[in-house]
């Protein structure tokens, strides 16, 4: 019973409050002057890249090579570092399968050697260029950086995998 004691003389004025605002506001009609600046702005007009140059045509041909290369020595390495990972399953942290479980693992990290040099090279070509404002192949460019990025994330998602399968110490 005290709480509605309590509110009762808010709910007193608020009629009194709604009467007085809504006769005295100013209208919210659109005025003359609002308009004059609804313009578009002059459109920009970017030229797209052209091809790519030739001196860099070269270099990409080269990393990509290089990602090949990169690839292919992941692969041979990536069979029996798993046969070894799979016996070192059971094997004690720091053990002798476990260790050699580990070496192989690091000779799969080190086959893919090519493959990132090229990514981070291609990487440092890209940004260069960007900020130079070089756009002329940053199409091209872009491309063999977003293939060579999936190679290496692909190679990281085995790497994490192999590395999962061995003991924790």
Excluded: N
Excluded at 127 to 151: M, T
Aim: glycine content about 6%; proline content about 8%; charged content about 20%.
């Amino acid at each position: 019973m005290k709480r509605v004691l309590l509110f009762t003389p808010l709910f007193l004025s608020l009629p009194a409050c709604a009467a007085t605002q809504s006769s005295d506001g100013p209208s919210l009609a659109k005025r003359a002057v609002e308009g004059r600046f609804d313009v578009a702005p002059p459109a920009v007009v970017i030229a797209p890249p052209g091809p790519l140059p030739a001196d860099l045509a070269g270099r990409l041909a080269r990393w990509e090579a290089d990602a090949a290369a990169g690839q292919q020595a992941f692969a041979a390495e990536r069979g029996p570092a798993a046969s070894l990972v799979a016996a070192a399953a059971g094997a004690p942290v720091a053990g002798e399968r476990w260790v050699v479980a580990q070496q192989a693992i690091s000779r799969l990290i080190a086959a893919r050697a090519p493959l990132t040099a090229a990514l981070a090279d291609i990487d440092r070509l890209y940004l260069d260029r960007s900020v130079a404002e070089d756009i002329d192949g940053l199409p091209d460019i872009y491309a063999l950086r977003d293939r060579l990025a999936d190679l290496a994330a692909t190679q990281d998602a085995v790497i994490e995998a192999l590395s999962a399968g061995l003991p924790r110490g």
